[in-house]
């Protein structure tokens, strides 16, 4: 079955240091999106890319980036983590098109010590 | 700006009655919307949906209505169950095909 996944799902790291967290999907999904869930704030995008070699900025977009190099991964990078980053991070794909469904991965839960 | 809004954070309801989640909107550009359920620990997986032509749409225990006039939608859930007890996120693409744009989420306790 298609799925997508996250990992690590915890971690823990210190301020200033570059974190990685990555996003499978077998969907073969041109669209995938990664969101953080703060509480009092409900899902917030980060990123977003609609296929290889495409990124986007999203609403809270400072501090992290992403690379797209294939169609199956969209690795989230925080350059240089900060308190203000811990949070639960969750990574969605879709097909495009007419389709606004996005499917969720189950989180990384992320905590910046 | 928050463009979908969610302003009941949460929501406790006996088992077997009904359970009424409530969602505004303020970007009239919105002819799409959709219903998330999150478990804790889990990611969002999607419910429903409704599109702006139509004011109604049910599945199973769950339907959705929409007032464009208004500029709000509704989740119904009859009867409501303990397995309901999540947190609801109701969503909208900006247009075309772009990202969903979330509420703040409702959480709901369904009681036994």
């Known amino acids: 079955d298609a799925e997508i996944t996250q990992s690590p799902r915890h971690k823990i790291t210190e301020t200033g240091r570059q974190v990685t967290l990555a996003c499978h999907q077998t969907?073969?999904?041109?669209?995938m999106f990664w969101y953080r869930q703060d509480l009092g704030h409900g899902l917030r995008l980060i990123h977003y890319?609609?296929?290889?070699?495409?990124?986007n900025k999203g609403e809270v977009s400072d501090g992290y980036s992403v690379s797209r190099s294939n169609t199956e991964d969209l690795p989230l990078t925080l350059e240089s983590a900060a308190s203000s980053q811990t949070s639960v991070y969750f990574c969605?794909?879709?097909?495009?098109?007419?389709?606004?469904?996005?499917?969720f991965g189950p989180g990384t839960r992320l905590t910046v010590t | 700006d928050q463009q979908v809004k969610q302003n009941s954070p949460s929501l406790s309801v006996q088992e077997g009655r009904i359970s009424i989640l409530n969602c505004d909107y303020t970007?009239?550009?919105?002819?799409?919307f959709l219903w998330y359920k999150k478990y804790p620990a889990e990611g969002p997986t999607f419910l429903i949906s409704?599109?702006?032509?139509?004011d109604k749409n049910e599945d199973g225990r769950f339907t959705v209505f929409l007032n464009k006039s208004a500029k709000h939608l509704s989740l119904h859930i009859v009867p409501s169950q303990p397995g309901d007890s999540a947190v609801y996120f109701c969503?909208?693409?900006?247009?075309?095909?772009?990202?969903?744009?979330f509420g703040k989420g409702t959480r709901l306790s369904v009681i036994a």
């Open positions: 969907w073969n999904h041109n669209n």
């Open positions: 969605a794909s879709s097909s495009g098109g007419h389709s606004y469904e996005q499917y």
């Open positions: 890319s609609y296929g290889v070699h495409d990124t």
């Open positions: 969503a909208a693409p900006r247009s075309g095909n772009t990202p969903l744009v």
């Open positions: 409704i599109s702006s032509i139509k």
């Open positions: 970007n009239s550009m919105f002819d799409y």
